[in-house]
């Protein structure tokens, strides 16, 4: 994906429009953005402990290989009816260049109306914050990628059951977002324990039973 380029996917219900039986908390972060924040939360905690043990020089060296590695964040915005829009933006740049792009893919009703990004449970990142704005993408540990939160101001426009307020044009590039996997097979114990057997009993029939077998036979 290119730096001007971004995808929209439409909420997983197996339709193209959100359930409106579907309860409020089935869109609640998941286990995965959970655990996702904590590991940011935890390494920009760690990157503030350390910061007055680290001289200036030190400190711009480890923000350079920072850059280096990663030099662009992918972002992921998610709606609270599952929508989700993902772009990516140079390292370099700061959250308000994600809430111009956030802004300009709303529809032209809802563009004034405040909003916030957040991570749960409890970092907001507003552009009206000293310690959040002045920060590169890089610096507010949202690097390499990231999922981002939103809430409007306005509670009519939240919800599960409230379609994201997009622009038509946005819209109409909107994608299913792919099935999750099914979970794995549960081992079946008598089954393979019926496949031992099998064996032990094939190898009798044509010579000893090797001791390696006799071992798990009782």
């Known amino acids: 994906m290119s730096l001007n380029e971004f995808k929209v996917y439409k ?21 995965a953005d959970l655990k996702l924040a904590q590991t940011q939360l935890n390494a920009r905690t760690q990157a503030l402990n350390n ?10 060296a480890s923000e350079k290989t920072k850059r280096d590695r990663w030099p662009n964040t992918r972002i992921r915005i ?21 809430y111009a792009f956030v802004r300009n893919s709303l529809r032209e009703d809802v563009k004034p109306i405040k909003f916030i990004l957040y991570q749960p449970p409890q970092r907001d990142l507003k552009v009206s914050d000293t310690t959040v704005k002045n920060l590169s993408l890089a610096e507010l540990q949202l690097a390499p990628s990231s999922i981002l939160l939103l809430r409007f101001e306005d509670e009519s426009l939240n919800g599960s059951n ?21 979970p794995p097979p549960e ?32």
């Open 162 to 182: 409230i379609p994201a307020p997009l622009a038509d044009s946005v819209w109409a590039l909107a994608e299913s977002l792919p099935a999750p996997p099914p």
């Open 187 to 218: 081992v079946n114990q008598s089954s393979s324990a019926n496949k031992v057997n099998n064996v032990i009993q094939a190898a009798a029939g044509d010579k000893k039973v090797p001791k390696w077998l006799k071992l798990g036979k009782k």
């Open 51 to 60: 910061a007055p043990l680290q001289l200036r020089a030190t400190r711009e």
């Open 11 to 31: 909420p997983f219900s197996g339709q193209s429009t959100p359930q409106p039986d579907l309860p409020d908390d089935y869109f609640e972060p998941t286990a």
């Open 78 to 98: 998610k709606f609270t009816d599952g929508t989700q829009l993902e772009k990516v933006f140079p390292s370099t740049d700061k959250i308000k260049s994600i």
